[in-house]
């Protein structure tokens, strides 16, 4: 069994920063790309940004520049640094990892999300 644990959200006002980490445990053999999705109420889930295990990135055009992924490979944990965050960017984010477990099985894997709320 693998599973993610995101922490890190929280409330902020507009302009502020907040950092969430996710930490995979379980029976891993590799972690391949990890990423950050969104969702907000009465819409649709959207990537973030992600990250190879290589450290190659990728991000939603809407927060390039303001927010930086990267990843602890010894620590099977993937960060989201987010700077001058938006009020249209409270959401809960999910946390995403594709996963080879110590089986051979490849499996998509979600963490339960952390609410991010920023006031206007």
């Known amino acids: 069994q693998v599973q993610l644990v995101e922490s890190g959200g929280g409330l902020v006002q507009a302009g502020g920063s907040l950092r969430l980490s996710c930490a995979a445990s379980?029976?891993?053999?590799?972690?391949?790309?990890m990423g950050w999705y969104r969702q907000a109420p009465e819409t649709q889930r959207e990537l973030v940004a992600i990250i190879t295990n290589g450290g190659s990135t990728n991000y939603a055009d809407s927060v390039k520049g303001r927010f930086t992924i990267s990843r602890a490979n010894a620590k099977s944990a993937v960060y989201l640094q987010m700077n001058s965050l938006k009020p249209e960017e409270t959401a809960v984010y999910y946390c995403?990892?594709?996963?080879?477990?110590?089986?051979?099985?490849?499996?998509?894997?979600w963490g339960q999300g952390t609410q991010v709320t920023v006031s206007s």
């Open positions: 379980g029976s891993i053999f590799s972690i391949n790309d």
């Open positions: 995403q990892a594709d996963v080879l477990d110590r089986r051979g099985t490849r499996k998509i894997i």
